[in-house]
Nanobody
């Protein structure tokens, strides 16, 4: 059973930084697409950043230059370094993954975590 567990969320003032982690377990195959997305209650989810099995990264325009996605395959862990945080970054952040190819940012991935809350105050 695949499990994704996020951590690292919290409350921070605007301009601050947080680093999210997502530890994956319960699988024997390689996850090709790994992704962070976020959701505000009552709004559609937004893809934030992706990294694929070749190490290619992609970012939403709203976070480009401020957020950085990375992974440690040995530890089966995905990271999201978030700098220069803004109040509009406030959301529940989820990691997602699956072993399939294609455009990681534009499609829904098969496995999700339960999320970690990020709150940015002005």
């Amino acid at each position: 059973q695949v499990q994704l567990v996020e951590s690292g969320g919290g409350s921070v003032q605007a301009g601050g930084s947080l680093r999210l982690s997502c530890t994956a377990s319960g699988f024997t195959y390689k996850m090709y697409c790994m992704k962070w997305f976020r959701q505000v209650s009552g709004k559609e989810s937004e893809g934030v950043a992706t990294i694929d099995g070749d190490g290619n990264t992609d970012y939403a325009g709203s976070v480009k230059g401020r957020f950085s996605i990375s992974k440690n395959d040995t530890k089966n862990t995905l990271y999201l370094q978030m700098n220069s945080l803004k109040p509009e970054d406030t959301a529940m952040y989820y990691c997602a993954a699956d072993p399939f190819g294609g455009n990681c940012m534009s499609r829904m991935l098969k496995f999700w975590g339960r999320g970690t809350l990020v709150t940015v105050s002005a």
